[in-house]
């Protein structure tokens, strides 16, 4: 039975550095009963090539594709009355063996040969991953008390609505590390403050002017 120590072991075999980390966050988005997911873990990394991009569309790919998903194939007819011999499974390859896992590489394969075109088929995209950490409301509320200490008004509620979506946007993005999206968050969030402290001088300005 496949292990987290297996895993581990094959992804500091394929990256390294700071894409050993990534690897490791994007394999965790695969989840399942202990045992299949690392097996299907493996059989991932086995198919990526020590390529971040295909590991995240082959992960990607793998959180879409129904576990129960068989393909539907039909017993070759024979004259002989007696069932046809089995072939060695060895002989058959992963795609017969591993139904789900010849899903997720076929899937791959057919975005891989329409990415770019027009009318792309959404379900296929890449892009479509999400992942909700839990810091995101630290800057969803930084973001939030702007209207509640000016006591409302059009701008500030316009400011924090822009702030909120942007965060919202770039920390849900899984394809990105955790640590680009908490600084595109708080470069987000201090904007926010930034514009608001410009607009309360313009205000309190053209106040003293008249």
Not at 36 to 53: H, K, M, N, P, T
């Amino acid at each position: 039975m496949a292990t987290r120590q297996d895993v581990v072991a094959e992804i500091e075999r394929q990256f390294t550095g700071s894409d050993r980390t990534t690897a490791i966050k994007t394999l965790n988005l695969y989840t399942g009963t202990p045992g299949d997911r690392e097996r299907v873990q493996l059989e991932i990394l086995g198919q990526c090539g020590g390529s971040l991009e295909r590991l995240r569309a082959l992960v990607d790919t793998a959180k879409r594709a129904p576990r129960a998903a068989r393909p539907a194939v039909s017993p070759p007819r024979t004259s002989s009355p007696s069932p046809p011999a089995r072939e060695p499974q060895a002989s058959r390859g992963t795609d017969v063996a591993d139904p789900q896992l010849a899903r997720v590489i076929a899937t791959v394969q057919l975005q891989g040969a329409h990415h770019g075109e027009a009318g792309q088929d959404p379900e296929l995209a890449v892009g479509s991953s999400k992942e909700y950490p839990p810091w995101r409301y630290i800057f969803y509320v930084a973001i939030g008390i702007i209207p509640l200490l000016t006591l409302g008004g059009a701008i500030p509620f316009a400011i924090a609505g822009a702030g909120i979506t942007g965060c919202r946007q770039f920390a849900t993005d899984a394809r990105q590390p955790q640590g680009v999206r908490m600084i595109a968050c708080l470069g987000i969030a201090i904007a926010c403050w930034v514009a608001m402290f410009a607009l309360a001088g313009g205000v309190a300005l053209l106040r003293s002017r008249l």
